[in-house]
């Protein structure tokens, strides 16, 4: 599934004016790239796509399903190290699914810099919503600046809070560009993401050290050739 290009639910995710693409394994991925459809994303709903809120969080109930879990796998939970495994599991899998909110600082930018803002290797981990199991890696985000720049560390703020929810890679991937498209309406946005999936490195296939690479460009780092060849040097992948 990781060979193929991305495309549907993606590119509905896609801000008015700047069109993007999506692409998994090589990048950039230019070939096969699928019609742009009318953008649905909503400013307002910006930081409210999170999937599970504490509110609807029920940790007794969860703690419930996950020792029945243990129970039909037929693990014996009587030994002392695991007789508080189910409470553990509950509040870890709470902890991962809690986006932690941040606010978008941005400045005017009255310089009018007009090169590339790249953050490199921020390190993210999410969790794969297939299996329950955690891919982790290194996302690249970058953009173009327009009007507006961002608070350098609002570049990770913005993977972290992404990430904390039940993902595909890809989503994520399109999640943190749409997020800063709409926010900053910079001239460009690049996002790459590397990870190792656990679903694929520790069962499965067993492909262990693959990375899942994949990739959403909007604006002139989709489009200009210099933009693009320059983000993709900066994040370290060739064009
Ligand atoms: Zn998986």
């Known amino acids: ?143 173009l600046p327009g009007d507006r720049l961002l608070g350098l560390s609002k570049l990770a703020r913005v993977v972290g809070h992404f990430s904390r929810r039940l993902q595909i890679q890809e989503r994520l991937t399109t999640q943190v560009a749409d997020w800063l498209a709409a926010e900053l309406r910079p001239k460009g946005v690049g996002v790459v993401l590397e990870a190792e999936h656990a679903c694929m490195s520790l069962r499965g296939v067993r492909a262990t050290g693959a990375r899942t690479m994949t990739s959403a460009l909007a604006g002139l780092v989709r489009d200009d050739e210099r933009t693009r060849a320059e983000f993709f040097a900066l994040v370290g992948c060739r064009s």
């Open 1 to 143: 599934m990781y060979m193929s290009q991305t495309s549907g639910a993606e590119q509905d995710l896609v801000p008015a004016g700047l069109a993007m693409e999506s692409g998994v394994g090589a990048i950039p991925a230019s070939a096969g790239r699928t019609k742009r459809r009318p953008a649905r994303f909503d400013r307002r709903r910006r930081l409210a796509t999170v999937e599970v809120s504490e509110g609807d969080m029920d940790l007794a109930r969860a703690t419930r399903a996950v020792a029945e879990l243990l129970d039909a796998l037929g693990v014996d939970r009587n030994s002392e190290s695991v007789v508080d495994t189910p409470q553990r599991v509950a509040r870890a899998y709470a902890e991962l699914l809690t986006p932690e909110p941040f606010e978008a600082t941005t400045f005017p930018n009255d310089e009018g810099y007009d090169e590339l803002v790249v953050a490199r290797s921020i390190p993210f981990s999410s969790l794969c919503e297939h299996h329950l199991l955690p891919f982790t890696g290194v996302a690249h985000v970058g953009y």
